[in-house]
């Protein structure tokens, strides 16, 4: 079940020097959902969480969360609002401990959070949920590439957010490792996060999604009920090609 519009994306646009990343994009994320953002390689996806979390300012256009205006505010005020997203290439800080990694991120948390525990508890909660606790004092340089994508969500939930954003959340994972992280992801929207998830892997978005956009050139393409907007002619000539047919 989902509710009322929680992310809002009114006609964003972002522009670096003469390449168009974002054109009059608009999508909304709901309470409780889990919303798939597809679209090939350069089709604006990054883009939009840079521009949606206050890593880039966008060009044009407006994001609310809830009735709140963040547009272009700076990415601590807007993690520290309720957004928290993971990063396509990992952004784990090197030579500290998974549990340092977790307590630096889980310090940008809300405000309602901090004041109801602490962020080492914070801390142990996302370790936990993500399967990491075995490895909290191991250093991010001995980990799995597996291990290393659960650790970022574990540092994106640990902030306690209303929205998590990932991108590629499950790239370069194998089977038994895209389904661990599947696994959390659901338990976290089961906890009342909504998500907005970027990914290429089709039977991982098929499995997690309630809805799907579908970005193209900087711009929305379809949007809809997965399996259907994933059948429609001009999504499968846009993006989906032969990785949608193997999915069959
Ligand atoms: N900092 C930047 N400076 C210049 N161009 C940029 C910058 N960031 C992104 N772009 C361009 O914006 C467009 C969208 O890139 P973006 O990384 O958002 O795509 P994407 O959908 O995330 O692709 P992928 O699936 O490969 O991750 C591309 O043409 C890219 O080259
Ligand atoms: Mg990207």
Redesign the pocket.
């Known amino acids: 079940m989902t509710g009322e519009p929680l992310l809002t994306v009114e006609a964003v646009s972002?522009h670096?020097?003469g390449?168009t990343?974002?054109a009059n994009v608009s999508l909304t994320l709901h309470e409780g959902e889990v919303l798939g953002l597809i679209?090939?390689?350069?089709?604006?996806?990054?883009?939009?969480?840079?521009v949606i979390s206050g890593v880039?300012p966008p060009s044009g256009g407006a994001i609310h969360l809830a009735s709140r205006e963040i547009t272009g505010q700076r990415a601590d005020r807007i993690c520290r609002a309720g957004i928290a997203r993971t990063f396509?290439a990992a952004s784990l800080l090197p030579g500290m401990t998974c549990w340092e990694n977790v307590h630096v991120a889980s310090l940008f948390c809300r405000p309602e959070s901090a004041a109801k525990r602490s962020a080492a508890a914070r801390t142990e909660a996302a370790l936990d949920l993500c399967g990491l606790l075995p490895l909290a004092h191991a250093d991010v340089g001995e980990i799995t590439t597996g291990e290393a994508k659960r650790l970022e969500i574990a540092r994106a939930i640990a902030t306690e957010p209303h929205v998590l954003m990932t991108?590629?959340a499950v790239a370069g994972l194998n089977l038994v490792e895209t389904d661990q992280v599947i696994a959390i992801l659901r338990k976290v929207n089961a906890a009342g996060v909504a998500i907005l998830f970027?990914e290429?892997d089709v039977r991982a978005v098929l499995a997690l999604v309630q809805r799907l956009v579908v970005?193209a050139q900087?711009g929305v393409l379809a949007e809809g009920a997965p399996t259907v907007v994933a059948r429609r002619p001009e999504v499968i000539e846009a993006y989906l090609g032969s990785r949608y047919a193997q999915a069959q």
Do not use: R
């Not at 350069?42 to 969480?49: E, N, P, R, V």
């Open positions: 972002k670096f020097g390449v990343a974002l679209g090939p390689n350069g089709a604006g996806k990054s883009t939009l969480f840079n880039e396509q991108d590629e970027v290429h970005l900087g």
